[in-house]
């Protein structure tokens, strides 16, 4: 049992980071844009909150852990959107291929990161936000007391909540208001959408800028709580970015989905370490190494799925990937 | 002198793409209270022309007037401002959408987001003109009459002051086209401007007030419809007086080379695109099949290529030279087993960049899409293919800067020579062209009727798919109508009528003797 | 009254596209690109570090061609670039967007690892070799070939797809090397008494061998898309499936076989990568080039010679950054951003080619340059 729940309050924040890659992902993507710079996104995002944290705690008194989340917000959300908004320009704007823009955004986005990262570094092997992370982790006061509930489900840092709360925003959004609506035109067919007299280059802009500056803060999110405040040169994050980019698909592009998926990917992805003890066996470590392609293998098989069913609701946005151009014939 | 009684005014329009001139120096009004006609053949440069007035193109000169004000149509949100509303002949529909959600995306900026509210007005609107419309379908489960009656309620709900409607009538029944009309005087009582672009002179004169002509691509006048009628428009549209004089030689010693038999096709939406149709072609004639476009021609000529997946119990035979007791049956053979089999059977699709040739390679590497496979070496043979092409361009006049540049470069007329030439050289039996002269000019389209003249007197079996019934009725010998998938009669184009052959493809009541 | 009108709205840029650009015009604007970005990059060096990119700029060069061993490793790392380039050339080509790289010659190294290790002893060199070569192709012929069958079958995107096997095969190497190393903290060199199926020594270097498979593949593939029935049938598949259909080309044989053929050529570099370079296997193996060949094999349009090009570039920014790093004491993470900076320049600079702008006022006909 105590085991159980060890996973839970494992998965449950792995689960969150995901959470915000893929919801920003999914705006963009009902824009029409596929943009596989997720990783190098969440780097960007999750370095400038770490950094301004990291800079307002060392260079006052007494810093305010209030103010330290304002700030480290504000920075990833700038600094992710800024690296949106360079994929925006030139796929966008320039029209140059979706794809390949995404992956030299990856590359750009974990090379800033890592590169100043050493400058903070600055010889360690790691250096640490202690306040902010206290602000960002802080547990719900009382209810967080309650037992095994108050251990699975009221013991996160705020911005589990914030993404739960921002799935059902983006439901609400893309379905019940005008602009999500114009949005989806935008991804399924741009030039009934321009007919319509949607500013469809307007969307296009904003969905990928927003989108990103979401996905940022699931590197934030990593950084600032799950990894307990600590910067490091690290690889983690671009996996995180990918299997974001795996749960678009599994949710098929409804952030509804994104709540449940997110954390079952959390199951899925901590299912090496939990289970076996659970279940009372022990299992190489070679085993633990292979169980974590669970996640993806799933996504294959989703993807296989909804690919057999061709149920129209379920299949990405039907211009996703193709830039528009209003004079093509 | 401008009026106010003018809606829109456009002064030396001219817009270019590339190196084609789609509209040259175009000057054109249109009255409040009337329905104008914008009539001239495919490819004369009407649909880039209104394009211009809804913000899909932006002209490279001249000048837009809306009432009295010289405009800047920048963009369709520009021409819904100021009152301009175009159904496009390509549906502007988002499939994934219900008819509801397809219509909110046309409300009023700033208006408030209420679906309620736009559910009561679309429905408001359905009633008054008498359509029916499940606002809570989806697109992709529509029928195409569906979609098009949705595209109306769409400008209807907008409020246009300026309709402009492309070629609205190509996909819909009789029933359905009265209704349209229904619609359409409506709308002129109303003191609105509607604008009809459409190729077809009997709708021009049922509907219009007025009828403007476009030839390729320039202005060629106007003129009142009660004053017109078809010979005098058909010859403002083409530039001289039909006299088509093609010619037709008597088949000589005709010999069965395809029959078809029960021939259906279910398309990907479940309906039948073809129902049980049957006909044999011969060697020695031209066979047209007439009808209004989307009635199965495309489906029957794409089965016998064996590019479509015929239903049980259809028959294909195709008789050899030489072999005519011996048929082999084409069903479930694909184009490679086709010609493996060695049938010689041309094919000139109605899609000729996007299925006929490949737009990015020149026109040798065309010549051998379909030989290209032949002999055991696995390098491919560029010499062949590369004299054939030196040859067609020379027999046929293809103008081309040279033999590698991308077909895709080419004018209309052009690529339609390259296609036409391959599929000739591969010496047919049986020859099927979808569209050929669809586009091109009357010079280009006389070439194309006397290839197709030479290739019935050497003994082919030509099956002519055509849209202009004057064409149809002085080119073939005999002629197949279809109409909503069905065989609606085989009708001898010597002694039949326009009239006759019109009426069977609009009206399936002839189904006495479906095989002459 | 026609009054003359001021066209205040007139937007104040207009695109239009551009009819198949020459040359002339294709070559000036990638330099001017390539330039720009050279100038963005030394500012950004600039402004970061204080130094003096000029200074910057020839260190970063000495990092290539200082020495003749240093100019050697370049040629290493381009051959292990360049060869997934290659690999990537028809399926892209086919307009198959093979994201899967990575993975494709993780497999690639993973079989021609497991072979040599438990093989090693047992089989004679040559056959051991053999063995190798037909392990990694088999490995990454099936990474390549269950995405395709799945998109000719039921047309599943295959981005996404082949991403999402990336890390099947990471997981799986992962797992692997876990049992090859056994009670060892790490898998070492492979072999490293026996030195079986380590690529022998040529002119001083064993990775000599692989400079040599890519510069043969480089032609082969080259001539393959060019020449063979084999290249024109993807071609016509990627411009259009219904022109295909009506060719009679089997559309989904051709997928198939085409990324049975990419997946193969990625295993092959798995394959030179653990006997020429590395002599182990681990997770970072690819390192990376899986993502960057496809950059590279994009922007050369399927043109393998010119993807040794850009191989070349790319290859030679890295080097030069990790010159910069060790040379003033920064960091490697350098050649990421630079790299990144050109990418984005180069990405950019295809709209001039592609399209031409017509500026307010500009009614009549501009016809570029």
Redesign the interface.
């Known amino acids: 049992m105590s085991s159980l729940i060890a996973w839970i309050m494992r998965a449950i924040p792995f689960g969150t980071i995901i959470m915000y890659g893929a919801m920003g992902e999914t705006i963009t993507e009902k824009s029409g844009n596929l943009n596989l710079g997720v990783p190098g996104i969440m780097y960007l995002g999750g370095f400038a909150g770490f950094a301004s944290a990291y800079y307002y705690e060392n260079s006052v008194e007494n810093p305010i852990p209030l103010l330290s989340i304002v700030i480290a917000l504000v920075c990833a959300l700038v600094a992710s959107a800024l690296g949106g908004l360079i994929y925006a320009f030139l796929t966008i704007t320039l029209r140059a291929n979706q794809n390949v823009t995404g992956l030299a955004l990856t590359t750009f986005g974990m090379g800033v990161a890592n590169f100043f990262g050493v400058f903070i570094l600055d010889g360690a092997t790691y250096s640490a936000a202690p306040v902010a992370n206290k602000a960002f982790a802080a547990k719900i006061p009382v209810l967080s007391q309650m037992g095994v509930l108050g251990q699975t489900v009221f013991s996160y840092g705020f911005l589990a909540y914030a993404a739960i709360v921002l799935a059902i925003v983006l439901h609400w959004f893309f379905n019940r208001?005008?602009a999500g609506?114009?949005l989806?035109?935008v991804g399924?067919?741009p030039?009934?959408?321009?007919?319509?007299?949607?500013?469809v280059t307007k969307y296009k802009y904003l969905a990928t800028c927003v989108g990103a500056a979401i996905c940022g803060v699931g590197g934030l999110y990593y950084v600032l709580d799950y990894n307990q405040g600590i910067w490091a040169t690290t690889g983690q994050i671009e996996a995180l970015g990918w299997l974001a980019l795996a749960l678009v698909i599994f949710t098929t592009w409804k952030p509804l989905n994104a709540i449940w998926g997110a954390y079952l990917f959390g199951i899925l992805y901590w299912l090496y370490q939990f289970l076996p003890s659970m279940l009372g066996i022990t299992v190489s470590s070679a085993m633990t190494d292979l169980v974590q392609m669970v996640p993806y293998v799933v996504t294959i098989l989703v993807l296989i799925a909804v690919s057999m069913r061709r149920k129209?609701?379920d299949?990405p946005p039907?211009h996703l990937g193709l830039a528009y151009f209003?004079?093509e014939? | 002198?401008?009026n106010t009684q003018y809606a829109i005014r456009l002064?030396h329009i001219t817009k270019?793409?590339?190196?084609v001139v789609a509209n040259h120096d175009v000057t054109l009004e249109v009255r409040r209270g009337e329905i104008l006609s914008l009539l001239g053949e495919n490819g004369s440069g009407k649909t880039t022309l209104m394009n211009m007035i809804?913000g899909?193109?932006?002209p490279?000169?001249g000048?837009i007037y809306v009432g009295n004000k010289?405009?800047?149509i920048?963009?369709?949100?520009d021409?819904?401002?100021l009152g301009i509303g175009?159904i496009?002949q390509h549906f502007?529909?988002?499939?994934?959408?219900t008819a509801l959600?397809n219509i909110?995306?046309?409300?009023e900026?700033g208006e408030k987001?209420d679906l309620k509210k736009v559910r009561s007005r679309a429905r408001a609107i359905c009633e008054k003109y008498g359509f029916a419309l499940d606002l809570d379908q989806?697109v992709?489960e529509m029928s195409v009459s569906q979609k098009q009656t949705l595209e109306i309620v769409?400008v209807l709900f907008r409020g246009a002051d300026i309709l402009i409607l492309d070629e609205p009538t190509a996909v819909l029944t009789p029933q359905e086209t009265e209704k349209l009309f229904a619609v359409m005087r409506n709308m002129k009582a109303d003191g609105k401007a509607v604008v009809i672009i459409t190729h077809k002179l009997h709708e021009v004169l049922t509907i219009s007030d007025r009828v403007a002509i476009l030839r390729r691509g320039e202005y060629v006048g106007d003129v009142a419809t009660k004053d017109a009628n078809e010979a005098m428009l058909t010859e403002m549209m083409v530039g001289k007086k039909v006299e088509l004089d093609i010619g037709r030689p008597l088949p000589v010693n005709p010999v069965r080379r395809l029959s078809v038999h029960h021939l259906s096709v279910t398309g990907p939406e479940g309906g039948r695109v073809l129902d049980d149709v049957s006909f044999d072609a011969y060697g020695g004639e031209i066979l047209g099949i007439a009808g209004i476009s989307g009635n199965g021609q495309k489906e029957l000529l794409e089965a016998i290529?064996?590019?479509q997946r015929t239903d049980g119990g259809a028959q294909i035979q195709f008789f050899a030279p030489g072999a005519e007791d011996k048929p082999t049956s084409l069903i479930g053979k694909?184009?490679?087993d086709?010609?493996d089999a060695g049938i010689h059977l041309s094919?000139v699709?109605e899609?000729r960049l996007?299925?006929?040739?490949?737009?990015?390679?020149g026109m040798t590497?065309n010549m051998?899409?379909?030989s290209?496979?032949s002999g055991h070496s696995?390098?491919?043979d560029r010499k062949t293919p590369r004299e054939l092409a030196e040859e067609i361009r020379e027999e046929l006049g293809v103008v081309t800067p040279g033999l590698n540049t991308?077909v895709s470069?080419l004018s209309g007329g052009n690529v339609q020579k390259v296609l036409v030439g391959r599929e000739l050289a591969a010496s047919p039996i049986v020859l099927m062209t979808a569209y050929a002269v669809r586009g091109l000019d009357i010079n280009t389209s006389y070439t194309i009727y006397h290839l197709l003249n030479e290739q019935k007197k050497k003994g082919v079996a030509v099956i002519y798919v055509g849209e202009d019934l004057d064409v149809l009725l002085e080119l073939c010998d005999r002629i197949l109508v279809l109409c909503g998938g069905k065989a609606n009669g085989i009708l001898d184009a010597r002694t039949t009528t326009k009239e006759e052959v019109g009426l069977r493809m609009t009206d399936l009541q002839h189904k006495k003797e479906v095989r002459a | 009254?026609?009054?003359q009108?001021s066209?205040?709205?007139?937007?104040l840029v207009?695109i239009?596209?551009?009819?198949?650009a020459p040359l002339r015009r294709k070559i000036a604007v990638r330099a001017a690109a390539i330039l720009l970005a050279l100038v963005v990059d030394a500012l950004f060096i600039f402004f970061v570090t204080g130094l003096n990119p000029i200074n910057v700029y020839v260190v970063m060069w000495g990092g290539t061609f200082s020495t003749s061993v240093r100019f050697s490793w370049a040629m290493r790392d381009l051959s292990t670039l360049l060869c997934i380039g290659i690999a990537l050339a028809p399926a892209f080509k086919m307009r198959f967007w093979n994201i899967g790289a990575e993975g494709q010659v993780l497999v690639g190294g993973l079989a021609t690892a497991l072979i040599m290790v438990y093989f090693g002893n047992s089989l004679p060199a040559p056959a051991l070799f053999v063995a190798m070569a037909l392990g990694s192709i088999a490995a990454g012929a099936l990474w390549g070939f269950v995405p395709a069958w799945f998109k000719a079958r039921w047309n599943t995107n295959e981005t996404l797809f082949t991403l999402m096997m990336n890390y099947v095969a990471t997981s799986i190497v992962a797992c692997m090397t876990n049992i090859m190393r056994g009670q060892a903290s790490s898998l070492g060199t492979l072999n490293k008494a026996t030195k079986a199926g380590w690529f022998p020594i040529l002119f001083g270097q064993r990775y000599t061998i692989n400079i040599i498979v890519v510069l043969v593949l480089t032609f082969a593939m080259y001539a393959y898309l060019k020449?063979?029935?084999?290249?024109?049938?993807i071609?016509?598949v990627g411009?259009?499936e219904?022109?295909a259909?009506?060719?009679?080309?089997?559309v989904r044989r051709v997928m198939v076989r085409t990324m049975i053929i990419s997946g193969a050529i990625c295993g092959i570099t798995g394959f030179l990568i653990v006997a020429g370079k590395d002599q182990t296997i681990s997770t970072t193996s690819a390192g990376g080039n899986g993502f960057t060949a496809i950059i590279v094999a994009w922007l050369a349009k399927f043109n393998t010679f010119y993807m040794a090009l850009i191989s070349f570039l790319l290859v030679f920014l890295e080097r030069g950054a990790s010159e910069i790093a060790s040379a003033y004491s920064l960091n490697e993470y350098a050649a990421d951003i630079i790299t990144g900076i050109i990418l984005f320049f180069i990405l950019g600079s295809e709209f001039f080619i592609n399209y031409r702008l017509i500026w307010r006022g500009h009614?009549?006909?501009v016809k570029g340059e």
């Not at chain 1, 030039?191 to 500013?199: K, L, R």
């Not at chain 2, 996007?354 to 390679?361: Q, T, Y």
């Not at chain 3, 259909?245 to 089997?250: H, S, V």
């Open positions: 208001t005008r609506l114009n989806r035109a399924e067919n030039a009934t959408a321009d007919a319509a007299g949607i500013n129209k609701e299949q039907a209003r004079e014939r | 002198m401008p002064e270019t793409f590339g190196e809804a899909i193109y932006y490279d000169e000048e010289a405009v800047d920048r963009s369709p949100r021409a819904l401002r175009m496009h502007k529909l988002v499939d994934v959408f959600e909110a995306l046309c409300m900026p987001f989806k992709y769409k290529a064996g590019l694909s184009p490679k086709i010609r094919f699709p899609d996007g299925m006929g040739l490949v737009g990015s390679m590497d051998m899409l379909k290209y496979g696995p390098i491919v991308p470069q | 009254m026609a009054a009108t066209h205040p709205a007139e937007p207009r239009a596209r551009r009819e198949a020449y063979s029935k084999h290249g024109y049938e071609a016509v411009e259009s219904n022109t259909r009506y060719a009679g080309i089997n009614h009549k006909e």
